[in-house]
């Protein structure tokens, strides 16, 4: 697959950016030949308490840090400078205006188990393409066990490239990436510990976490 015109869009609350992020991300944009990935930093999700994530700007930021340096990766605020929830649709029409070519939605395969309940979700599936992140040896998923049957019953499968084809065109892929035991929620639980986060963020991370002394359980980010 050639990296012309072909971006990726991983979208998240990055609420710490972690080292699983930046290797899953990675694998997929040498696996699909990606010019580039955009890391979209969700301000307020719909599917998750404003009351346990950082400020977006405090989220950005350790984006912006753990990215720095690799030609390949950048970071978004668009999802925080539009203001209100951070609907996944807007984000894809946004990114197809300003980063034209093919699209890649790169989203976990847990995340991607839910879609039928984010907005308008039958419209972003006809939008673009999407990579779903499974574990190394994960068998391919089906997807009558994600998606109801009216939207199942549009899909084809490819056996060539081993993806499921929308009349769009866009494609459903499966990519395993490296398993690394590493969550934003544990990172969170270690800082409320008072532990050592220390080889799971990028060091400039784990410094600007300190330093503004985020998921404390004395302060509030």
Excluded at 11 to 38: I, Q, S, Y
Excluded at 124 to 146: K, N, Q, S, W
Excluded at 178 to 183: A, G, Q
Aim: hydrophobic share 40%; proline share 5%.
């Amino acid at each position: 697959m050639t990296a012309a015109k072909r971006i990726g869009l991983f979208g998240g609350t990055f609420n710490p950016v972690h080292l699983g992020h930046l290797r899953a991300a990675e694998e997929v944009r040498m696996a699909f030949g990606l010019l580039k990935v955009v890391f979209m930093v969700s301000a307020i999700p719909p599917h998750k308490d404003p009351g346990r994530i950082a400020g977006a700007e405090h989220r950005y930021t350790m984006t912006r840090m753990a990215l720095d340096g690799n030609p390949y990766f950048e970071v978004s605020d668009f999802e925080m400078k539009k203001k209100g929830v951070s609907y996944s649709i807007d984000t894809v029409f946004w990114m197809k205006k300003h980063y034209p070519g093919e699209l890649f939605f790169i989203v976990g395969l847990d995340a991607f188990r839910e879609i039928a309940t984010w907005h308008r979700y039958d419209e972003l599936l006809a939008l673009c393409h999407f990579v779903i992140m499974t574990r190394p040896g994960y068998h391919r998923f089906a997807l009558e066990d994600v998606l109801p049957a009216s939207i199942t019953n549009r899909y084809t499968y490819d056996r060539r490239h081993d993806s499921f084809i929308h009349p769009s065109g866009n494609k459903i892929y499966h990519q395993s990436v490296t398993l690394m035991d590493i969550s934003s929620t544990n990172i969170r639980e270690l800082l409320h510990e008072n532990r050592p986060i220390r080889y799971l963020v990028p060091r400039s991370v784990e410094t600007y976490i300190e330093d503004h002394r985020l998921y404390r359980l004395d302060l509030k980010p």
